[in-house]
């Protein structure tokens, strides 16, 4: 007996990253100002900002050391 094996793929048409942030203000206040979004939503250590249909979440990591 012979067994078939079927694969499953998955187009995306949407990719959402989770970026970091180390100081919220600060990432805040430069895609605002900087680069035109706006706050969609704010929960504290999670941030969402939004320009045209581009969605951009953050999330804190204080720990964050860019090389």
Request: aromatic fraction near 12%.
């Amino acid at each position: 007996m012979v067994q078939k094996c079927t694969k499953i793929i998955a187009m995306l048409d949407t990719l959402v990253p989770k970026l970091p942030m180390r100081e919220k203000a600060v990432t805040k206040k430069y895609y605002i100002e900087q680069l035109g979004f706006t706050k969609a939503n704010d929960y504290g250590d999670y941030l969402l900002l939004k320009k045209d249909k581009i969605e951009n979440p953050f999330f804190e990591f204080k720990q964050l050391a860019p090389k």
